[in-house]
């Protein structure tokens, strides 16, 4: 379990500019800005170039702040986890208070710029994001349930919903499927992770569903979400929110997704195993969400350029 009460030892070692930066994840940070400027370029309507870049930048601040408070809450738990065990809190590179306070001062700046310069509708989506991720998700829900990553996994759905917002001022069902895209492809995307870095969280007493259901229940819950979310991706096309260009994308890497998930389906982890579908699996997750929104910006343009009816 996490300590709530930070450390106030002094750290050996100086804290530099780039400790702060690795508190904000920024390996996830890019998965979450991309989707969010997706969200800005593919809705309708226009807005100004500064107030794009503004809403732009308050998300990834709030991201940022999130991911902060996230590392701040968990570094007892990244200190018994090998693929985490060198991250700065851990590591003995920064005091605790000095990460709170900047994961608590990124998410409160995030929050009033969006307001004060985009709008109050998408300033409250972001303030929901971040107390979703920072507090529902990280302080109750990942230490107490296997269903940790489905519930949680609104958290980082998001970004291109309230980059949506940013433009339209509203919310609709094109924005809404954006949320459920990401909200049904995050546990298998995760789990498909889990599976091989299960003995890490079983060392640390976190309740990942490997650890607490059996590899069993994680493949076929891994198989479940794929199939809910092949027909969730191709939506926007069938509600006529997106041309064929998007739709054939969806099509093609949903069907791709679906193939990949078979054999982590079917398969147990033998003694000796690389555990090669399941990592093959999670880094097509990875393309397969980039290239997916990257084709609802491609279809956008063509629209608007009139390249399509």
């Given amino acids: 379990m996490a300590s709530t009460a930070p450390s106030t030892a002094a750290y050996p070692l100086p804290t530099e500019w780039r400790d702060f930066f690795a508190l904000t994840k920024?390996?996830?940070?890019?998965?979450?800005?991309?989707?969010?400027?997706?969200g800005v370029l593919a809705a309708p309507g226009t807005i100004h170039p500064i107030i794009g870049f503004t809403a732009i930048l308050a998300i990834a601040m709030g991201a940022g702040g999130s991911a902060v408070l996230n590392m701040w809450w968990e570094a007892d738990i990244d200190a018994g986890m090998k693929r985490t065990?060198?991250?700065?809190?851990?590591?003995?590179?920064?005091?605790?208070?000095?990460?709170?306070?900047?994961?608590?001062?990124?998410?409160?700046?995030?929050?009033?710029?969006?307001?004060l310069a985009v709008g109050w509708l998408a300033a409250s989506l972001l303030f929901g994001a971040?107390?979703?991720?920072?507090?529902?998700?990280?302080?109750?829900?990942?230490?107490?349930?296997?269903?940790?990553?489905?519930?949680?996994?609104?958290?980082?759905?998001?970004?291109?919903?309230?980059?949506?917002?940013?433009?339209?001022?509203d919310i609709t069902a094109m924005p809404l499927l954006l949320f459920a895209i990401i909200f049904f492809w995050t546990p298998p995307h995760f789990w498909a992770l889990a599976l091989f870095v299960q003995s890490d969280y079983a060392k640390v007493g976190i309740p990942m569903l490997p650890v607490v259901?059996?590899?069993?229940?994680t493949r076929r819950q891994i198989m479940?979400?794929?199939?809910?979310?092949?027909?969730?991706?191709?939506?926007?096309?069938?509600?006529?929110?997106?041309?064929?260009?998007?739709?054939?994308?969806?099509v093609v890497l949903s069907a791709l997704f679906v193939i990949l998930a078979v054999p982590v389906f079917t398969r147990m982890?033998?003694?000796?195993?690389?555990?090669?579908?399941?990592?093959t699996l999670f880094k097509f997750s990875i393309v397969y969400l980039f290239v997916l929104f990257a084709a609802l910006v491609a279809d956008r343009v063509a629209a608007y350029q009139g390249w399509i009816a």
Avoid: H
């Fill in 213 to 217: 259901a059996g590899e069993k229940v």
């Fill in 130 to 169: 971040i107390i979703y991720y920072a507090v529902i998700y990280t302080m109750w829900l990942k230490p107490r349930t296997p269903q940790n990553i489905v519930i949680g996994g609104g958290a980082g759905a998001f970004p291109p919903l309230i980059g949506w917002v940013a433009v339209t001022g």
């Fill in 85 to 115: 065990m060198n991250r700065p809190l851990p590591g003995g590179r920064m005091r605790r208070e000095d990460a709170r306070d900047f994961g608590i001062f990124l998410s409160g700046v995030s929050v009033v710029l969006m307001g």
């Fill in 224 to 250: 479940g979400y794929t199939l809910l979310l092949a027909p969730i991706a191709i939506a926007p096309w069938y509600i006529g929110g997106t041309s064929w260009i998007y739709g054939s994308v969806a």
């Fill in 26 to 38: 920024p390996r996830v940070m890019t998965l979450v800005i991309f989707t969010a400027i997706c």
């Fill in 269 to 279: 982890r033998a003694e000796v195993d690389a555990m090669t579908p399941e990592k």
